[in-house]
C-alpha cells in the first residue's frame, strides 16, 4: 500500500520541478527571516535568486550541528513564536540541546509523512499500533503518534519503559504494528519470554524500528523472535524527526526518502564535494517544505549512500542505504545521542578527576551498556575503598543527570589509556551493527 | 609518633601486584606489613615498609597513583580480649576504625595491630592515656 500515490510515485522530471519551486521559496524564506542563513549566504555571495536550478544547491554553504547551538534556543526559527505550535529538543547534549519548532502546517506535514511511513512499514487504516517510542522532547513517541492517527490507524501511546505492562497490553490489546528501538523491541521479547508469553501467539504483523543503528543480522533476529516483518525508519529532529526516510516492506532494501519535503546528498565529508549515487558518504539534507524550522545542507554526520534504481513497491523516490556509521564520535546509546566531550565536561567538574577517559559501548540482553574507564589522580585517590566507591559513583550520577544515559564507571590506574590518538581511543563500540 | 602507611591504586588485573612487587625488591624495600582491600574493579594495596621515600618514588616511576597516610601502630596483648580492650576504649571516646591489620613481627608477648583512624592524634590521645603502646614509625618500619 501506498499512503500518497500522487506523490510517492510521481515521475522524476515533475517531481525535480515541484523540488526546485519549494527550494527556492524555502531559501527566499530563511534569507527573509533568519539572520544566519541571510549572513551565510551573502558571506558566499549568494541571493536566493541564484538558485536557479537543483544542481545551484551545491553553491550553498552546510549547516551543522553547532550552528544550531549557536542560535540556541529559537535563533533558527524562520516564523514569530506566535506561530509556533510545537516545540522538540534533541537527546542529551550538554550545555545546548538542538531546539525544533513546528507550526500547525508542519505538524500536519510531519503526521504525513509519518503515516506514509507506516503505511510503508505495512500499516493500514484498521492496524492497532504499539508506539513504545518515548514521548516527550524526544521526536520518536509524538512522530508516530501524530502519524497513526492520521493514517486512521488506532495508537497505544505506551511509551517507552515499564515493560513487564507493556507486555501485557500487547498479549491483552492484541496491537498489529510495532513501533519501537529495535533495541527496546528485543528487551520486549525477552521480558515476554521471561512472562510465558510467546509472539507467536500475538498479532503483530509488521514493525518500524529506528532512532539507533541496527545491523541485517539484528533485523533477523527481531523478526525471529518477534514473529514480525521489521523495517527501518530514518529521521533526526534537527530535519523533521521520524519520516524522513523509511523503508518499503515489499523490498526491505533500503530506505525511501520523501524528497518532496527533503533534497538530499551525500558528500565527502572531508573536502565536502558531493559525491555521485551509489557512492557512499555523509548525508546533507535540506527541508524545503518546512516552515518553522527549515534546514539548508544540513550535515547529518549520518555515513549511508542514495540509490535511484526503482524499486519494486512503486515508490519514485530514491533510496538511502541503511546508515552505516557516523562522521563525529557520536554515539546512540538506547536512544540517546551522547558525544564522547560532554563526557568529559562533565569528569572536568568533578574535582580530582582527570579527563582521561575511555568509553566503551556494549550491548548485553540486547540493551546499551555504557562503561567509562576513568583515570584516578594523585588527588582523588583514597586509601579507603569507600571513598574510591563514592567517586565513581559521583561520576556515574552527574553523567546520568547531565546526559540522560546510565553508565558504569570504572576506576583506572593512571596513564593506562591511550594519549592523543584521536576519536578511536576514546571510544570503543563492541555493538556489532 | 604515628607511623606512615603508603597505599597503592590497583586495577583488578592479572600481574598487578607482582608489579608492586617487583617495583619494591628492584629498590631494595622490604615490606613490612601489608593489607589489601578489594572490590569487583580495583583495590587498594596498603603497606609498611622499611623505607617510605625510596618506595614512594619507585612506585611513582612505575606509573601508580600512592598516597601516604598516617595510622597508628600499637600493642596488643596478645591473649583473649586484648584487641577487644583497645576497641572499646576507642568506641567509648567515638573513634572509628576505617580499617585495620596485623603487622608481620610481634613484639616479646605481644602483637603489633596497624589502625588507620577516622580521627588519628584522638585515637593515639585515647590510647596512650590508657597505658596502651604505641609504636612510633622510624621504629616500626625497621622492627
Keep these: 500500500m501506498i499512503y500518497n500515490i500522487e506523490y510517492e510515485t510521481m515521475p522524476r522530471e515533475a517531481l525535480e520541478s515541484i523540488q526546485l519551486r519549494r527550494l527556492q521559496a524555502t531559501l527566499s524564506r530563511v534569507f527573509a527571516t533568519v539572520p544566519f542563513y541571510r549572513s551565510k549566504f551573502l558571506e558566499a555571495g549568494l541571493k536566493p535568486g541564484n538558485i536557479k536550478t537543483l544542481a545551484d544547491l551545491a553553491h550553498l554553504p552546510f549547516t551543522n550541528k553547532q550552528d544550531l547551538r549557536d542560535n540556541y534556543p529559537f535563533g533558527m526559527f524562520a516564523v514569530p513564536m506566535d506561530n509556533v505550535v510545537r516545540i522538540h529538543a534533541s537527546s542529551g547534549t550538554t550545555g545546548q540541546p538542538t531546539v525544533v519548532g513546528y507550526t500547525a502546517r508542519d505538524i500536519d506535514t510531519w503526521a504525513e509523512l509519518m503515516a506514509r511511513a507506516l503505511t510503508a512499514g505495512g500499516a493500514s487504516r484498521g492496524d492497532i499500533i504499539h508506539n513504545a517510542y518515548g514521548y516527550g522532547l524526544f521526536t520518536g513517541g509524538l512522530g508516530v503518534h501524530y502519524g497513526a492517527e492520521k493514517l486512521g490507524a488506532s495508537v497505544i501511546p505506551v511509551s517507552g519503559g515499564n515493560t513487564r505492562r507493556q507486555v501485557i497490553i500487547m498479549k491483552d490489546f492484541g496491537p498489529s504494528i510495532l513501533t519501537a528501538t529495535p533495541s527496546y523491541s528485543l528487551h520486549l521479547a525477552e521480558a515476554a519470554e521471561e512472562m510465558g508469553v510467546s509472539f507467536k501467539d500475538l498479532n503483530f504483523r509488521f514493525g518500524v524500528f529506528g532512532a539507533e543503528p541496527w545491523s541485517e543480522s539484528m533485523r533477523r533476529e527481531i523478526e525471529e523472535k518477534l514473529n514480525l516483518k521489521a523495517v527501518d525508519i530514518y529521521g533526526l529532529s534537527e530535519v523533521i524527526g521520524p519520516g524522513v526516510a523509511i523503508e518499503c516492506h515489499e523490498a526491505q532494501n533500503g530506505l525511501h526518502i520523501f524528497e518532496d519535503h527533503f533534497i538530499p546528498e551525500i558528500i565527502d565529508p572531508d573536502t565536502g564535494q558531493a559525491l555521485p549515487h551509489g557512492e557512499t558518504g555523509e548525508l546533507v539534507i535540506t527541508s524545503i517544505t518546512k516552515e518553522a524550522f527549515p534546514v539548508i545542507r544540513y550535515r547529518t554526520r549520518d555515513i549511508t549512500s542514495l540509490n535511484p534504481e526503482p524499486c519494486i513497491c512503486g515508490r519514485t523516490m530514491v533510496r538511502m542505504g541503511k546508515v552505516s556509521g557516523r562522521t563525529d564520535d557520536m554515539l546512540i546509546i538506547r536512544g540517546v545521542n551522547v558525544f564522547p566531550s560532554q563526557i568529559e565536561s562533565v569528569l572536568m567538574e568533578i574535582d580530582g578527576v582527570e579527563p582521561h577517559y575511555q568509553l566503551e559501548v556494549d550491548r548485553k540482553d540486547n540493551l546499551d551498556i555504557l562503561t567509562a574507564r576513568v583515570e584516578i589522580s594523585d588527588k582523588a585517590f583514597s586509601d579507603e575503598v569507600k571513598e574510591l566507591q563514592r567517586l565513581s559513583s559521583t561520576i556515574e550520577n552527574n553523567i546520568k543527570e547531565t546526559l540522560g544515559v546510565s553508565v558504569s564507571v570504572k576506576l583506572a590506574e593512571p596513564k593506562t589509556i591511550a594519549r592523543s590518538e584521536g576519536k578511536a581511543a576514546r571510544v570503543i563500540d563492541k555493538r556489532k551493527l | ?143
Excluded: C, W
Excluded at chain 2, 572499646?88 to 567515638?94: D, H, S
Design chain 2, 1 to 143: 609518633m604515628q607511623a606512615q602507611q603508603i597505599s597503592i591504586f590497583l586495577e583488578n588485573k592479572a600481574g598487578r601486584l607482582s608489579d608492586v612487587t617487583k617495583i619494591l625488591s628492584d629498590s631494595g624495600v622490604n615490606i613490612r606489613a601489608l593489607s589489601l582491600a578489594d572490590t569487583s574493579d580495583f583495590g587498594v594495596l596498603r603497606l609498611i615498609v622499611d623505607n617510605n621515600a625510596k618506595a614512594e618514588e619507585a612506585l611513582r616511576n612505575g606509573g601508580f597513583t600512592v598516597k601516604t597516610t598516617p595510622v597508628v601502630a600499637a600493642l596488643v596483648n596478645d591473649r583473649p580480649g586484648g584487641l577487644h580492650g583497645i576497641l572499646e576504649l576507642l568506641t567509648k571516646a567515638g573513634i572509628n576504625v576505617e580499617y585495620m591489620y596485623a603487622f608481620v613481627a610481634q613484639s616479646g608477648d605481644n602483637a603489633v595491630m596497624i589502625f588507620r583512624f577516622n580521627k588519628t592524634d584522638d585515637a593515639m590521645a585515647v590510647l596512650s592515656e590508657n597505658g596502651v603502646e604505641i609504636i612510633d614509625g622510624e621504629k616500626l618500619y625497621t622492627m
